[in-house]
């Protein structure tokens, strides 16, 4: 049974890792060398994460088997969603006849924030994971917006323009 929680501190260890080395090869990632980019994004998530606001939520089965996490701030008018993550082999898939297999993590991970990815939402870092979702409806108001992960106070400079 799937569980969900804040992430702990020691679960901030695999969100950093997994965030980081899953987002490496995604074309939004930047043009960071890739003898730096483990200390860039690590830095970087690590500051996103102490943001007022930011939560990280773990998909986990007890004791400690972790799934994957959402990374994101909803405190604000218009949630956004910075990373979200599962590990390869628990990612649900199309079976032959079109059901799916599998729990669905990633939906539970963006209920556990309190996002419903029907509704409008911003999301900072794009994947092809992004892209197929996209593409199949999953996320038909989410839009990108980098900003949102680059300026603490986006969200404020937006509303007030």
Not at 67 to 89: C, E, L, N
Not at 123 to 144: D, H, M
Request: aromatic share 12%; glycine share 8%; proline share 9%.
């Amino acid at each position: 049974m799937t569980l969900y929680r804040d992430a702990t501190p020691s679960d901030r260890v695999f969100v950093t890792a997994t965030w980081s080395s899953s987002y490496k090869s995604a074309h939004a990632a930047g043009m960071i060398p890739s003898e730096d980019y483990p200390a860039v994004m690590h830095a970087a998530i690590g500051k996103l994460l102490a943001r007022p606001g930011a939560r990280a939520i773990v998909a986990y089965e007890p004791p400690d088997f972790l799934y994957g996490f959402i990374a994101g701030d909803t405190s604000g008018a218009t949630p956004v969603v910075w990373y979200v993550y599962v590990k390869g082999p628990y990612r649900s898939e199309r079976r032959a006849g079109g059901a799916r297999s599998g729990p669905r993590h990633a939906r539970g991970l963006f209920r556990a924030l309190g996002v419903d990815p029907a509704r409008p939402f911003l999301y900072a870092c794009s994947t092809p994971v992004v892209a197929e979702l996209r593409q199949a409806n999953k996320i038909p108001r989410g839009k990108f917006v980098p900003a949102t992960a680059r300026y603490t106070n986006y969200l404020e400079q937006e509303q007030s323009e």
